[in-house]
């Protein structure tokens, strides 16, 4: 029996997908790279913008004629959307078989079993912590951690693994739907992790993105002793293998000065720091429920540069929230022209029901002017994303190589996405944050020049693109790259 899993979303998703496959494989199910010949099809969803659940659904509706021609054909639909809309994904795509909240992930291979069994449709979702009377410790064990042995087979690439130290957020931003769809905070123990990242790097892992919702907000208590970040990464540290580590996202309040010189220090630490602002306006920003102000924001980063040299910083901010003025805007603006962003990924605000924001604002900024500001400040900051970019001509970088570029994979056929555009590359504001191309190094071998070169992607430390020619044997090593040429969002080098 064979599955094929399509992703939509944040990395968290991404990490997710690789271990539920991990589970459909260890229960004996052979994973396709495309839905062709695929007994069941697993979507795996997000719900942090109106438009992504919309696109889902559509390609939802798109399978129904697949399940015609093959009847015993299963479905599955896991994710965030899975958790926020329950039954509901049974009402809106009737032959979907199987719905499975992110706390869940442990049972997706025994409720696909039990709905080719029964025939029945099978959901398992975690305890939704805003119904009266739920009990904290029953809504906590409902979305449980699940992280297993890796199987070095399903990462994209092996050299580089996403490692969660974090599930769930407590930060209840009035506008996000996170806190309610994955569940209460929860920090995994050092132990656990360390575990995680010996067997990474023996499978040959050398970079490491920790994972976390509010990732800087690790917290471990044992007997009397906290860990937090900082000393989290200083264990990673000493992993034998581990060349690279960094951690996304931040949440801002919880920068400390322990964690920035541990960034500092470390040699494996990477001076790449991903803190999303949000809004550059006081008065958003607690309409917003963030729990700082844009002085502590624009504090936090002069301390930035001024502990981590060659840090670099970027942001999430979303345009157009509930009564957002024309000068509120302008304070964004003023606020990514003050950070001087690497980039920044915007966001045009999108009603998510039952959140605070949806029942006590109103979605009151017109479509037209949220675009109007989305590309205006998207504008400052590509001249601030260029204006940085410049600042490397000539100089000499260590990149890890990652695999062909965008043109190189595109000459390549790749799989057809069953949705048309990912939300993450549609709304972000340049490069998407998913892994340019999930190429096998085989592919591209066949299609080297005679030269026996191919444009090859790699990324510094502090996490910008660069582009060169080199050997496909070059891909999972690191290389020194001098760059000749830059743009916005990428440098070009040569080896
Ligand atoms: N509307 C628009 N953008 C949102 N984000 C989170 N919730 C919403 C929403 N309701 C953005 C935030 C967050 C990023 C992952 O998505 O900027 O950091
Ligand atoms: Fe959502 Fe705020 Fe938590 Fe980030 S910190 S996941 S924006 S609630």
């Known amino acids: 029996m064979k599955f094929y899993i399509e992703t939509v979303g944040c990395q968290m998703n991404v990490l997710d997908s690789e271990l539920a496959a991990a589970e459909l494989i260890s229960a004996g199910w052979e994973r396709l790279d495309s839905r062709k010949g695929a007994d069941l099809i697993v979507f795996n969803t997000c719900s942090v913008r109106e438009h992504a659940e919309e696109k889902i659904y559509s390609a939802l509706g798109r399978l129904k004629t697949w399940k015609i021609e093959k009847p015993t054909g299963l479905i599955a639909v896991m994710g965030c959307m899975a958790q926020k809309d329950k039954g509901v994904v049974f009402q809106r795509a009737p032959f979907v078989d199987v719905v499975v909240g992110p706390g869940k992930i442990s049972e997706l291979a025994s409720l696909v079993a039990a709905a080719a069994k029964t025939g029945t449709q099978q959901l398992a ?4 912590r805003f119904e009266h009377r739920t009990d904290p410790k029953a809504v906590k064990e409902s979305f449980r951690l699940y992280d297993p042995i890796r199987l070095p087979q399903t990462r994209p690439r092996v050299f580089q693994a996403m490692v969660r ?44 993105t920790l994972l976390g919702q509010t990732v800087n907000s690790y917290r471990y208590r044992e007997g009397d002793k906290t860990t937090r970040l900082a000393a989290l990464l200083a264990a990673i540290d000493a ?7 960094r951690f996304v996202s931040s949440y801002p309040t919880d920068m400390t000065d322990e964690l920035l010189q541990a960034v500092r220090d470390l040699p494996s630490a990477t001076p790449y720091l991903h803190v999303p602002a949000q809004h550059g306006a006081n008065s958003v920003l607690e309409r917003m429920r963030r729990r700082y102000t844009v002085e502590e924001y624009r504090d936090l980063v002069d301390r930035i540069y001024a502990t981590i040299p060659g840090a670099a910083i970027t942001s999430d901010f979303i345009v157009g929230f509930c009564g957002e003025t024309e000068d509120e805007f302008q304070q964004t603006v003023e606020l990514v022209r003050y950070a001087r962003f690497k980039n920044s990924f915007i966001f045009k ?34 001249e601030i994303s260029a204006e ?11 990149i890890l190589v990652e695999g062909p570029s965008k043109r190189e994979a595109r000459n390549v056929a790749q799989e057809e996405s069953l949705y048309a ?69 990428t440098l070009f080098g040569e080896l």
């Open 349 to 382: 605000y999108s009603v998510r029901p039952g959140n605070e924001a949806s029942r006590i604002y109103e979605d009151d900024v017109p479509e037209t002017v949220k675009k109007r500001r989305n590309n205006e400040l998207l504008a400052v900051q590509n």
């Open 165 to 208: 130290i974090m599930f769930g957020c407590d930060k209840f931003c009035s506008y996000c739907v996170v806190p309610s769809v994955r569940g209460p905070e929860q920090s995994r123990s050092p132990k656990e992790i360390l575990d995680e990242i010996r067997t990474l790097a023996d499978q040959g892992c050398v970079e490491v």
């Open 239 to 245: 992993v034998p293998g581990i060349r690279r580590v």
């Open 421 to 489: 555009e990912n939300e993450q590359t549609l709304d972000a504001t340049n490069e998407s944050e998913t892994p340019s191309n999930l190429l096998p190094v085989g592919d591209l071998l066949a299609s080297a020049a005679p030269s026996g070169t191919v444009q090859l992607t790699g990324r510094t430390e502090c996490d910008r693109i660069v582009v060169f020619n080199g050997a496909p044997e070059l891909v999972g090593t690191f290389q020194r790259v001098r760059i000749v040429e830059t743009a916005p969002f």
């Open 388 to 398: 940085w970019n410049r600042t490397f001509l000539g100089r000499e970088v260590e």
């Open 125 to 128: 979702i975690g305890i939704d």
